[in-house]
């Protein structure tokens, strides 16, 4: 009862301190703590003007020509484990059961790629970094090589507790944490979730993951349902990851060289 | 049975077709009337073999005139997934037990072969005693177990999984086979 009492104290002394710094800001009723102002990056005409006009079309990067049906055919993602595998979750995304195996809709599959594709194509526009995240030991080297190849950061070995929630005291201060993380396997080696997803969304940090039919697509911003274990799957997945982050980046050199060359004639105001 | 699945299914979609269509361009068939043009399908007095062989010689012409004209036109984009799904080799073996597939060794670790053969996940089966020539590349012919190993263990919420196919090595593929009646999955990975 006296710690109840401490607090209440507490909590009304920190109020009153928080209503005089808002008196001290001009009178306004902010009920909020002072925080640090990260300061707003001032952008100029040239790179706002690049910026934004990737955002101008549904599709900048025209990714919708990299991904058809019959090659997600081919690749066998539509082949799902056993119903007796089967996550609850994952049932929205399951064509149906053909004799006792899970059937993905590659319907679905082929929207879930497309979006999933063009946010990966937009982040790396801009410049963020993109780590690919797979504890499959199958395929590790495959998404080691794939980000290699594309400029970006891969992380396929055991994932030390604080890696994200606790960078800076790991890593030092003013560490930058990725911009995306693509999951190409869900799962660890005993079959429970990534601790990576739960701690990317303890980071607002967006995620595409590539979701077999045993695995739990609550957390995962992007979700793409797919076959993770057959080796003709994941090398389409990092076929399509790498053409897709290779397109964005040459298109960002190409956008800016563009400005560059066309700044110098126009009057700037 | 590829060859009977392509008739049965062009039938399904041929019975969409609007009937006018079918009385029109049935005056080539020997023993059609040339009055059956103007009236609607269920006045026709065809029966039995008659109406049957008139329908499969007409979905033929026209699976053959369209298959023709169509090929060049739109790559890759006629397909719906359902139909992908029903014509593949996968769906038309039917249940995988004891069936013979042909397979493609994919890595080899002293004495056991990582086998692939078109499903969800490889076999590995331990070479055999004249298995010498069995190398990485090799086709190799196969009797399916199960597809998936799996099992419900006592307290668990899901199955555990193996990650792996059961299969029964019976073989190299012999000489130059081509393709066999028998079920067979073929490697997409090949070709």
Redesign the interface.
Known sequence: MATRALMRGLSGLRQSRAVTIAYSCGGHQYATAASIKTPQPQLDDVSEKVLNQALEKPDFFRLSELV???DL??A?V?????K????RLMEPYL?GC??D?D?I???QTKEHLQQALNFTAHVAYRGGVILFVSRRRQFGHLVESTAKDCGEYAHTRYWQGGLLTNGPVQYGPGVRLPDLIIFLSTLNNV?QQHVGIRDAAKMNIPTVGVLDS?CNPSLVTYPVPG?D????AMELYCRLFKMTITRAKDKRRQTELLQGLSAPSTPSS | MAALCKVVSSFRCGVRLPSSRFIRSSFSSDSSGASGSDQPASDRPRSGFAAAFDLQSELRREAEGSAAGSRGSSPGQEESFASLLRRSPLIQMGPAKDKVVVGRIYHVVQDDLYIDFGGKFHCVCRRPADGEKLQRGSRVRLRLQDLELTARFLGANTDTTLLEAQAVLLGPVEGREGRETQNQNQNQNQD
Not at chain 1, 78 to 82: A, E, I
Not at chain 1, 84 to 87: A, L, N
């Open positions: 058809s049906l019959k055919f081919d066998r539509h082949l799902g484990h056993k007796g595998c089967r996550h064509y053909r004799l195996q059937i809709d590659l319907d079959f045993n076959n274990d057959t080796p003709a």
